[in-house]
């Protein structure tokens, strides 16, 4: 258990859908990243929250959009779900200067039919 | 951040050293290198940073080149648990900012 919780594990729904993924970050994480990783396109960088405000911002498709909660949980809102939407969601949290690096959850896996 | 250039594949000898090479050329004097792995779709796990010296701990070794733009990560005795795709991330440490970038990282197989 790396201490980032992401549910729910598995997600199936239809074209034209909405979902909510959800990540509870490591115990004293302020920030809060969000991956997604399909088969053809390796890991990639959505978007950086800290602290309830948005850091970064990576390959986020403007269907797509996230927030940090003041409990500093993050959810991930996807809509008009495509079938290439289809892909595993990683959520990492860090601490302060994030010096060693990130903490990944184990993933919520998105299948769009 | 700077890019890295690593081989798509490797295999390795269970019980034998794993080095897995990365070039970064074009590293500055402020990135670190940083090593993932990521075993079969599962969240990817930190295995060591540095910055020029090499690191050792209960993982594995980072040996970085004098000049910064190479490196190598060392696995001293693989296992077939060992079997999975490595990250090698260059990046600039930020305080609250900044974030990982992955490229396609090295498939290692380790073989009985």
């Known amino acids: 258990d790396s201490g980032v919780t992401q549910t729910p594990k598995h997600l199936i729904t239809a074209t034209g859908q909405r979902v909510t993924l959800r990540c509870s970050p490591r115990?004293?994480?302020?920030?809060v990243y969000w991956y997604q990783q399909s088969l053809d396109q390796g890991l990639q960088f959505l978007i950086q929250y800290y602290n309830g405000e948005e850091r970064a911002k990576g390959n986020i498709l403007e269907r797509f959009s996230a927030q940090q909660f003041p409990d500093l949980h993050s959810e991930l809102n996807l809509s008009s779900l495509e079938l290439g939407d289809s892909a595993l969601y990683f959520c990492?949290?860090?601490?302060?200067?994030?010096?060693?690096?990130?903490?990944f959850g184990s993933g919520t896996r998105l299948t769009v039919v | 951040d700077a890019k890295t250039t690593q081989p798509p594949s490797m295999d390795c000898a269970e019980g034998r050293a794993a080095n897995l090479p990365c070039n970064h050329s074009?590293?500055?004097?402020?990135?670190?290198v940083y090593w993932y792995r990521q075993i079969h779709s599962q969240g990817p796990q930190y295995i060591i940073h540095?910055?020029?010296n090499n690191e050792t701990n209960e993982m594995a070794s980072l040996i970085i080149t004098e000049d910064r733009k190479s490196s190598t990560l060392i696995l001293p005795h693989a296992t077939l648990r060992d079997t999975a795709v490595y990250y090698c991330?260059?990046?600039?440490?930020?305080?609250?900012?900044?974030?990982?970038?992955f490229g396609k990282g090295t498939k290692l197989s380790v073989k009985p």
């Open positions: 115990s004293g994480d302020l920030s």
């Open positions: 991330i260059v990046r600039v440490i930020r305080g609250s900012q900044g974030n990982l970038i």
């Open positions: 074009t590293i500055s004097g402020n990135e670190y």
């Open positions: 540095g910055l020029k």
């Open positions: 990492a949290s860090s601490g302060q200067g994030n010096f060693y690096g990130y903490t």
